[in-house]
């Protein structure tokens, strides 16, 4: 019986590959970027970069392959025309091997993430486009993808599971070095080779006898009913308690109503679509009613959603996250429209609208990225211009301290545009040529990565953070807030490879540094074992089960008061206070005693690493030797 369905699934597979022979080839050069990228992770930047390049290439073309196979099929194009519509979508794909550049442009994530849910809501509707009478031949089709979709999930999964269950036994009884790397590799191969080929292997061959389908998931029906419906409702209900608070209280939303109401209409819309072909039998006629009601609730929270939209847009302008807000707010409110107005009621306007819209956020003159980098650059200038920082609309050599509010405001600008848009978004505000000095950086970059035979990589980020660090440098902007001062201290013990002669029944040398994962000492004292853990403020001494927390702060609030350094002055380049420096003090000043269960301590501290700024102190590095005695 296992075996029949062995060979069955096989079957499938050779003949999907038949059926859609460029998705296959996509999603196998998908498969073997991700094998070169799993394999050469640690070893090249550009492998790296091309091959998530090719990977995001490739499930763009899969995906308008796909949506062209669809189309011409149940279209039933001619095999020239579909030819053509094959090698635009290929061209299409490539195209976007040379405009997608996710390791210098974090943006380019971004659209990538957009363009292909675009793509995916295309499937979903390009086979019916035009065809007003196959709503339920829509839904049927998505119904078998979305199906389709989840046993592909599962079967990818056992089988996933079991092939490293056999891989970590052939490991341990033939010590056969499989690494992690050999584990990524399979999950990419059946995530995206096995995936596709068993989803494209269930996709209906003759779409057009979908139209009489009326077969119905019964559990589908349930999870709507008693799941989606009353979690819609109690979404609705609590938004609309809110509304009432805020026009009795007549104060302005708060930022996570705007979540919540878009929560509310994906439940609401999701529910509907689900139980869509069950609208016209008698016994579901409170489906129709349903979603009347749904969308009349709507009008109200669509109000809330614009003014807490419209609050934050006028203080704060437009960020690609306010934008993509706006743009969710005007396509419900027009599918609303439609649903109350339109008698037709097709479904299909769903995808279709969401689509077009998602497309036209991502590029162009219009997209987020352009419109929230002008709203971006406009408030900056705003604050310019108040604080009497621009000279013929450029900006000139910051010379004095800013307000509290301005201050805040070009720090957080600053780096929100460089980040998101590069140095070069500034070039209007500007007087230098920023396309040339962002080619210095990244030259110097380049050279730095030399140095490292080219495996140090040279992310976005790296670019970024350097673009940010010459602007502080050549305008002496605020890198921090107005009245943030900060101190680098390295206290060594006079005449410190000195330790005076004390009896002791044991002698332990102490080098403790905090890092992301803090060093930690173990030692031993006869039968017992003593360890060290030392974090931003405090080191932690255990001798078997008694330990004590010995707290640095006092420690470095004493040594502060110890030492003066006359050089602490605003630096140049950032306007911040910072002082570093070496200071030498007597050895009491770096000495603390105290016991741990029945031993007692005396800790010679022989060299200590700390920080002070005006909101908090931390030790970086502690050395010294530790006298210890029952």
């Given at each position: 019986?296992?075996?029949?369905?062995?060979?069955?699934?096989?079957?499938?597979?050779?003949?999907?590959?038949?059926?859609?022979?460029?998705?296959?080839?996509?999603?196998?050069?998908?498969?073997?970027?991700?094998?070169?990228?799993?394999?050469?992770?640690?070893?090249?930047?550009?492998?790296?970069?091309?091959?998530?390049?090719?990977?995001?290439?490739?499930?763009?073309?899969?995906?308008?392959?796909?949506?062209?196979?669809?189309?011409?099929?149940?279209?039933?194009?001619?095999?020239?025309?579909?030819?053509?519509?094959?090698?635009?979508?290929?061209?299409?794909?490539?195209?976007?091997?040379?405009?997608?550049?996710?390791?210098?442009?974090?943006?380019?994530?971004?659209?990538?993430?957009?363009?292909?849910?675009?793509?995916?809501?295309?499937?979903?509707?390009?086979?019916?486009?035009?065809?007003?009478?196959?709503?339920?031949?829509?839904?049927?089709?998505?119904?078998?993808?979305?199906?389709?979709?989840?046993?592909?999930?599962?079967?990818?999964?056992?089988?996933?599971?079991?092939?490293?269950?056999?891989?970590?036994?052939?490991?341990?009884?033939?010590?056969?070095?499989?690494?992690?790397?050999?584990?990524?590799?399979?999950?990419?191969?059946?995530?995206?080779?096995?995936?596709?080929?068993?989803?494209?292997?269930?996709?209906?061959?003759?779409?057009?006898?979908?139209?009489?389908?009326?077969?119905?998931?019964?559990?589908?029906?349930?999870?709507?009913?008693?799941?989606?419906?009353?979690?819609?409702?109690?979404?609705?209900?609590?938004?609309?308690?809110?509304?009432?608070?805020?026009?009795?209280?007549?104060?302005?939303?708060?930022?996570?109503?705007?979540?919540?109401?878009?929560?509310?209409?994906?439940?609401?819309?999701?529910?509907?679509?689900?139980?869509?072909?069950?609208?016209?039998?008698e016994e579901n006629k409170w489906i129709v009613g349903y979603n009347r009601v749904f969308y009349y609730l709507l009008i109200p929270l669509l109000a809330l959603l614009f003014v807490s939209v419209y609050t934050r847009v006028?203080?704060?302008?437009?960020?690609?996250?306010?934008?993509?807000?706006?743009?969710?707010?005007?396509?419900?409110?027009?599918?609303?429209?439609?649903?109350?107005?339109?008698?037709?009621?097709?479904?299909?306007?769903?995808?279709?609208?969401?689509?077009?819209?998602?497309?036209?956020?991502?590029?162009?003159?219009?997209?987020?990225?352009?419109?929230?980098?002008?709203?971006?650059?406009?408030?900056?200038?705003?604050?310019?211009?108040?604080?009497?920082?621009?000279?013929?609309?450029?900006?000139?050599?910051?010379?004095?301290?800013?307000?509290?509010?301005?201050?805040?405001?070009?720090?957080?600008?600053?780096?929100?545009?460089?980040k998101e848009y590069g140095l070069s978004s500034l070039q209007n505000l500007l007087k230098e040529d920023l396309e040339s000095v962002t080619d210095s950086i990244k030259e110097r970059l380049e050279l730095t990565a030399a140095?490292?035979?080219?495996?140090?990589?040279?992310?976005?980020?790296?670019?970024?953070?350097?673009?940010?660090?010459?602007?502080?440098?050549?305008?002496?902007?605020?890198?921090?807030?107005?009245?943030?001062?900060?101190?680098?201290?390295?206290?060594?013990?006079?005449?410190?490879?000195?330790?005076?002669?004390?009896?002791?029944?044991?002698?332990?040398?102490?080098?403790?540094?905090?890092?992301?994962?803090?060093?930690?000492?173990?030692?031993?004292?006869?039968?017992?074992?003593?360890?060290?853990?030392?974090?931003?403020?405090?080191?932690?001494?255990?001798?078997?089960?008694?330990?004590?927390?010995?707290?640095?702060?006092?420690?470095?609030?004493?040594?502060?008061?110890?030492?003066?350094?006359?050089?602490?002055?605003?630096?140049?380049?950032?306007?911040?206070?910072?002082?570093?420096?070496?200071?030498?003090?007597?050895?009491?000043?770096?000495?603390?005693?105290?016991?741990?269960?029945?031993?007692?301590?005396?800790?010679?501290?022989?060299?200590?690493?700390?920080?002070?700024?005006?909101?908090?102190?931390?030790?970086?590095?502690?050395?010294?030797?530790?006298?210890?005695?029952?």
């Amino acid at each position: 019986m296992k075996l029949t369905s062995v060979q069955n699934l096989l079957s499938e597979i050779r003949k999907a590959i038949i059926r859609f022979p460029l998705e296959v080839t996509f999603a196998f050069i998908a498969c073997i970027a991700a094998t070169t990228l799993v394999q050469n992770e640690d070893k090249s930047f550009a492998v790296t970069s091309w091959g998530w390049k090719v990977m995001m290439v490739c499930n763009i073309g899969l995906l308008t392959a796909f949506a062209t196979s669809l189309y011409s099929r149940y279209r039933e194009l001619s095999k020239k025309a579909t030819a053509v519509l094959y090698i635009l979508s290929i061209a299409i794909s490539v195209t976007f091997l040379f405009v997608l550049n996710p390791m210098q442009q974090e943006r380019d994530v971004v659209r990538f993430f957009l363009i292909s849910f675009s793509l995916h809501l295309m499937v979903a509707f390009i086979a019916f486009l035009g065809k007003g009478d196959d709503a339920n031949a829509f839904w049927q089709f998505n119904k078998t993808m979305f199906l389709r979709f989840l046993a592909g999930v599962l079967y990818s999964a056992v089988l996933f599971g079991g092939l490293c269950a056999a891989m970590g036994a052939t490991k341990f009884l033939f010590n056969i070095d499989i690494t992690w790397k050999s584990f990524m590799t399979l999950f990419a191969w059946i995530a995206i080779l096995f995936q596709t080929l068993f989803f494209l292997s269930g996709i209906p061959v003759d779409l057009l006898k979908l139209k009489d389908e009326q077969s119905y998931p019964k559990g589908l029906k349930l999870f709507t009913q008693y799941v989606l419906i009353p979690l819609a409702i109690v979404y609705v209900l609590i938004l609309l308690s809110y509304e009432v608070k805020i026009i009795i209280e007549w104060n302005l939303p708060k930022g996570l109503v705007s979540s919540l109401i878009l929560g509310y209409a994906v439940f609401g819309i999701l529910s509907f679509l689900l139980i869509y072909p069950l609208r016209n039998q008698e016994e579901n006629k409170w489906i129709v009613g349903y979603n009347r009601v749904f969308y009349y609730l709507l009008i109200p929270l669509l109000a809330l959603l614009f003014v807490s939209v419209y609050t934050r847009v006028q203080k704060y302008g437009i960020t690609e996250e306010r934008y993509f807000l706006i743009i969710l707010a005007l396509w419900l409110t027009g599918i609303t429209a439609y649903f109350l107005l339109s008698r037709k009621q097709n479904i299909l306007i769903i995808p279709l609208s969401l689509s077009l819209v998602t497309i036209a956020g991502t590029y162009g003159p219009l997209s987020a990225f352009n419109i929230a980098e002008r709203s971006q650059l406009k408030q900056l200038t705003a604050v310019f211009e108040k604080s009497k920082l621009l000279k013929e609309g450029r900006l000139q050599v910051i010379t004095s301290k800013l307000d509290s509010a301005s201050n805040d405001r070009v720090i957080d600008l600053t780096k929100y545009m460089i980040k998101e848009y590069g140095l070069s978004s500034l070039q209007n505000l500007l007087k230098e040529d920023l396309e040339s000095v962002t080619d210095s950086i990244k030259e110097r970059l380049e050279l730095t990565a030399a140095k490292y035979g080219n495996n140090r990589r040279t992310y976005a980020w790296d670019i970024r953070n350097a673009e940010q660090e010459w602007l502080q440098k050549h305008y002496q902007l605020p890198i921090k807030y107005a009245d943030y001062s900060i101190s680098y201290k390295h206290i060594k013990a006079e005449n410190y490879n000195v330790i005076p002669a004390v009896n002791a029944d044991f002698i332990v040398l102490i080098n403790n540094t905090t890092n992301l994962y803090p060093a930690e000492t173990v030692s031993a004292l006869d039968k017992d074992s003593i360890q060290f853990h030392l974090s931003d403020s405090s080191m932690t001494l255990r001798i078997v089960k008694d330990s004590i927390r010995l707290n640095l702060i006092p420690i470095i609030d004493r040594l502060e008061k110890a030492n003066v350094n006359p050089e602490d002055k605003p630096t140049k380049d950032s306007g911040r206070i910072e002082a570093t420096g070496s200071f030498i003090l007597p050895r009491k000043e770096l000495t603390e005693e105290f016991k741990v269960g029945k031993y007692s301590v005396t800790f010679y501290i022989n060299e200590i690493n700390y920080r002070v700024s005006s909101h908090s102190k931390s030790a970086e590095r502690v050395e010294g030797i530790m006298m210890i005695n029952k």
